[in-house]
């Protein structure tokens, strides 16, 4: 008998635990809509009309030499070698400044270009933006191309812009 004792015990004791681990978690989690009835989200284009076009003619010309990405974060093709505080500084400079076009080799997965509109952003913007991603390719040893968007381009201009003439 002492052993029926000890079993249901031990049962209620499981059930005891289950139910308030599960009733716990319950609370705990949070609501699977994070927006509310008066918010509406509307999906917008990624690309402006001069940015599409700037974009389709890296495309052609560029081939199968690179991958053109746009709109790339900073951080994420830039490797900050440095410790602490130093490190932060950096990495909060650049945390938001993102490059309008990323010429990735598609062997190494590196960025080997970096080619940006001139009139991308506002002009109170601008200079200090450029600026910042400027001295960092610099640093990273990464040639920054610059395109005007009011000028028009051909393939074989482009291409001679991102000096890739000689490449094979």
Same mark, same amino acid.
């Not at 001139?118 to 040893?141: F, N, Y």
């Given at each position: 008998? %002492?052993?029926? /004792? *000890?079993?249901?015990?031990?049962?209620?004791?499981?059930?005891? *635990?289950?139910?308030? &681990?599960?009733?716990?978690?319950?609370?705990?989690? =949070?609501?699977?809509?994070?927006?509310?009835? %008066?918010i509406s989200?509307? =999906?917008? $284009?990624?690309?402006? %009309?001069?940015?599409?076009l700037? /974009?389709? *003619?890296?495309?052609?010309a560029?081939?199968?030499?690179y991958?053109?990405?746009v709109?790339? $974060?900073?951080?994420?093709?830039i490797?900050?070698d440095?410790?602490? $505080?130093?490190?932060t500084? !950096?990495?909060?400079? !650049?945390?938001?400044?993102?490059v309008?076009?990323?010429?990735?080799? =598609?062997?190494?997965?590196?960025?080997?270009?970096?080619v940006?509109?001139?009139?991308?952003?506002?002009a109170?913007q %601008?200079t200090? &933006?450029r600026? !910042?991603?400027?001295?960092? #390719?610099?640093?990273a040893?990464? =040639? #920054?191309?610059?395109v005007? $968007?009011r000028?028009s /381009?051909?393939?074989?201009?482009?291409?001679a812009? #991102?000096?890739?003439?000689?490449?094979?």
């Amino acid at each position: 008998m %002492d052993t029926g /004792y *000890l079993l249901a015990a031990a049962l209620a004791v499981a059930l005891l *635990l289950w139910w308030w &681990h599960f009733s716990r978690t319950a609370d705990d989690t =949070p609501s699977a809509s994070v927006l509310s009835d %008066d918010i509406s989200l509307t =999906p917008v $284009p990624l690309l402006t %009309d001069a940015q599409l076009l700037i /974009y389709n *003619l890296l495309r052609l010309a560029v081939q199968d030499r690179y991958l053109v990405f746009v709109h790339v $974060p900073l951080w994420s093709f830039i490797q900050i070698d440095a410790d602490g $505080p130093l490190r932060t500084q !950096i990495f909060r400079q !650049i945390a938001f400044k993102r490059v309008d076009f990323a010429l990735v080799h =598609p062997g190494s997965r590196r960025v080997e270009q970096v080619v940006e509109m001139m009139d991308a952003l506002p002009a109170s913007q %601008d200079t200090e &933006h450029r600026q !910042i991603v400027k001295t960092v #390719l610099e640093a990273a040893g990464i =040639p #920054l191309r610059v395109v005007k $968007p009011r000028q028009s /381009y051909s393939v074989d201009e482009l291409s001679a812009l #991102l000096e890739l003439d000689g490449e094979e």
